[in-house]
């Protein structure tokens, strides 16, 4: 996976955390430095965390469906991003804890909105992706969608929600089809 692609990649990631930092960012007053640094923390922390679990359960059974990684691959990112699409329509509005910042409730939300990462830690063992690099730019790109997203969510509401979920899933589906062409071909 080129350069280009995976920051493509992690942008579509982010956009769980994103739509859960609008909210976030609705739901508090006055914004701190604090605000910021857990909800970027948490949320970038797990999206680079769960990629390189992933990546050891791919890496552990790689050798044994080498010949159909690719359309593993496909089919996971195919997935991902068709269950992020399909969020996106849901009408759900920010839920009544979204002001709350405590332990509990960011390792609950950091989990739930990585979930997608571990499946395309997965994939990257069957692609041969120099993991370093992937889980460093999805870690710098989620906090920093995430922090941006509290801003937003503060200043003008959660208007953005539904419509980033939307993007993320289209992108994660071009890239399972990129993959899918460049390894047919």
Same mark, same amino acid.
């Given at each position: 996976? %080129?350069?280009?692609?995976?920051?493509?990649?992690?942008?579509?990631?982010?956009?769980?955390?994103?739509?859960?930092s609008l909210?976030?960012?609705?739901s508090?007053?006055?914004?701190?430095?604090? #605000?910021?640094?857990?909800?970027?923390?948490?949320?970038?922390?797990?999206?680079? &965390? $769960?990629?390189?679990?992933?990546y /050891?359960?791919?890496? *552990?059974?790689?050798?044994?469906v080498?010949? !159909? %990684? #690719?359309? /593993?691959?496909?089919?996971?990112?195919g997935?991902?991003?068709?269950?992020m699409?399909?969020? *996106?329509?849901?009408?759900?509005?920010?839920?009544? %804890?979204?002001?709350?910042?405590?332990?509990? +409730?960011?390792?609950?939300l950091?989990?739930? +909105? *990585?979930?997608?990462?571990?499946?395309?830690?997965?994939?990257?063992?069957?692609?041969?992706v %120099?993991?370093?690099?992937a889980?460093?730019? !999805?870690?710098?790109i989620?906090? $920093? $969608?995430?922090?941006?997203?509290?801003? /937003?969510?503060?200043?003008?509401?959660?208007? @953005?929600?539904?419509?980033?979920?939307?993007?993320?899933g289209?992108?994660? !589906?071009? @890239?399972?089809?990129? /993959? @899918?062409?460049? #390894? &047919?071909?």
């Amino acid at each position: 996976m %080129d350069i280009s692609s995976l920051i493509i990649l992690s942008f579509a990631l982010a956009a769980d955390a994103f739509a859960v930092s609008l909210c976030k960012g609705f739901s508090v007053k006055e914004l701190k430095l604090k #605000h910021y640094l857990i909800v970027g923390l948490y949320f970038g922390g797990f999206q680079a &965390l $769960m990629p390189a679990v992933g990546y /050891i359960l791919g890496a *552990s059974f790689g050798s044994f469906v080498e010949k !159909i %990684d #690719h359309w /593993i691959a496909f089919i996971l990112l195919g997935a991902i991003g068709g269950k992020m699409i399909q969020e *996106s329509f849901k009408n759900d509005s920010c839920k009544e %804890d979204s002001n709350l910042f405590d332990f509990k +409730t960011m390792i609950a939300l950091g989990i739930a +909105t *990585s979930i997608d990462a571990l499946a395309v830690g997965v994939s990257f063992a069957f692609l041969k992706v %120099d993991l370093f690099i992937a889980l460093l730019c !999805i870690g710098i790109i989620t906090f $920093m $969608m995430c922090a941006l997203a509290l801003k /937003i969510g503060n200043k003008f509401g959660t208007y @953005l929600k539904s419509k980033a979920e939307f993007i993320g899933g289209a992108i994660l !589906i071009f @890239l399972a089809v990129k /993959i @899918l062409l460049e #390894h &047919l071909s």
